[in-house]
């Protein structure tokens, strides 16, 4: 009878090990970006988004100038979170390109409706009006893709604050 506890004690012990092993989250050994497209990027949602690795690196570039602007975030090859900042004709609201240009089933609205998020997308609409520039408006859309984290504060964080920031630049006035 004492060999037949001290099995399962071991077994008690293998499994606690197993678990313990297992529940130990891996982290990121790289640096975060301090910008995205230019763009004072959040740190502390980024972090929340994307998953541990050796090495993130950020693919920006501008396929139709002056109208739209992406970011790619890989991590250890595999493409982990990307950002797109367009600019479109006025009246787009962010809930309309969260659920028809992402695919975002129902969306969390903030912001006077002017963000729409999901726990993996999120879409903000900066308005331009006046000033020469015409109506216009930009948007700004991000997803995370797996093995990104899916997180619906940390995408709300995230979009709300990139937006704050991008507004900071004045991304409505007209270039010379």
């Not at 989250?25 to 541990?52: D, H, I, M, N």
């Not at 979170?81 to 004709?89: C, G, Q």
């Not at 879409?123 to 984290?149: F, M, N, Q, W, Y």
Request: proline share 6%.
């Amino acid at each position: 009878m004492t060999h037949g506890w001290r099995g399962v004690c071991l077994s008690v012990v293998a499994m606690t090990i197993a678990v313990a092993g297992c529940s130990e989250e891996q982290k990121p050994e790289y640096t975060l970006p301090k910008s995205l497209c230019g763009v004072p990027a959040p740190s502390q949602a980024l972090s929340r988004l994307l998953p541990a690795g050796k090495h993130l690196a950020l693919d920006e570039a501008t396929p139709v100038a002056d109208a739209i602007t992406t970011c790619k975030a890989t991590v250890d090859g595999d493409l982990v979170l990307s950002l797109e900042r367009e600019s479109r004709e006025a009246g787009a609201s962010a809930r309309d390109i969260a659920v028809n240009q992402l695919g975002v089933k129902q969306p969390m609205s903030a912001e006077r409706n002017s963000v729409a998020y999901a726990d993996w997308a999120a879409v903000s609409v900066v308005e331009c009006r006046g000033g020469g520039t015409g109506d216009k408006d930009i948007s700004v859309a991000v997803k995370v893709l797996k093995p990104g984290h899916r997180d619906e504060s940390a995408m709300k964080e995230l979009i709300v604050e990139y937006t704050s920031a991008f507004k900071k630049q004045q991304p409505c006035m007209e270039t010379p």
